[in-house]
């Protein structure tokens, strides 16, 4: 069983036993360049019986009815938000049986095949399989562990940046209120 993933100007299909990446990350599934979306925000797979979506430790969440989620199933057409509970991204997830795992019947009715397919089905194309990006691991939550760990890491020497940058600050203004109190004196 397939997924297509629509929202953001995307619609892709993931094909099952493979895992995607949703974020603003260039090399994500599906890309979501906008303020807010971590460059790894969610990652769904197939578990062998369903579509599971789980927040990719994401600095703003990953929303479902409202609520924010770690991880959820994916059994029908499901609508998460990205980054906001209301405001944020929204992607549509839905399971989609592909013909080579659906029995047909030969009563059913057959489309010609000079019909062109719809405007949905040009836009979309088919998301290639990942590979954890770790040499041996086959488990895709240690890949996102490590992710989640680069970009904490990320984050915290962006914070000790703008903390020195403060202390500087501070250190300048404590230096010209001194000058400025002996130039009075």
Known sequence: MDLRVTGAAEDVTVPAGTTAVI??????????????????????????????????????????????????????????????????TEIVLTPVTTASNTATDSKSPTTPASTPPPASAQRTRVAPATQATVPGNTDPRLDDLIASLNDTVKSIKGLTWSVWAMIAVTAVLALLTLFVGIVGN
Do not use: C
Request: charged share 20%; glycine share 12%; no cysteine.
């Open 23 to 88: 974020g603003a990350d260039s090399s994500a599934t599906i890309k979501v360049a906008r303020p807010g979306i971590s460059r790894r925000h969610a990652v769904v797979k197939y578990d062998g019986s369903h579509w599971v979506v789980q927040d990719a430790s994401s600095r703003n969440g990953t929303f479902h009815n409202g609520a924010r989620i770690q991880f959820l199933d994916v059994k029908g057409p499901t609508t998460i938000r990205l980054g906001h509970p209301a405001e944020g």
